[in-house]
């Protein structure tokens, strides 16, 4: 587990300098987002798959602490194209 790391983007194969800091990665393959909020929004969301679609990597985690439980506080997310590939799959098996 890594916590304030920056990540190297890629776009076209072209490694980019940038300053995007997670706040913690989990073994390369999940971004968790730390948050202490009334309420998430959408903007929120969006967030956390924008740092997939930058990153590549699978899944991401969105937690806000300023909720009575923690089971309401945290959202599971998925990089988008992991939605069309299941889809696929399904095509195909039909």
């Avoid at 990153?55 to 937690?63: E, F, I």
């Avoid at 309401?72 to 997310?77: A, E, I, N």
Wanted: proline letters at 3%; aromatic letters at 8%.
């Amino acid at each position: 587990m890594e916590a304030e790391r920056c990540v190297t983007l890629t776009y076209r194969e072209l490694a980019i300098c940038s300053r995007l800091r997670l706040d913690i990665i989990v073994e390369g393959l999940i971004v968790v987002e730390l948050k202490s909020i009334e309420q998430i929004h959408p903007i929120h969301l969006s967030q956390v798959i924008t740092y997939l679609r930058l990153t590549d990597w699978p899944a991401g985690l969105l937690m806000n602490f300023n909720v009575t439980s923690m089971r309401h506080g945290v959202r599971r997310l998925y990089h988008p194209s992991w939605y069309s590939a299941k889809k696929t799959s399904k095509d195909q098996a039909s």
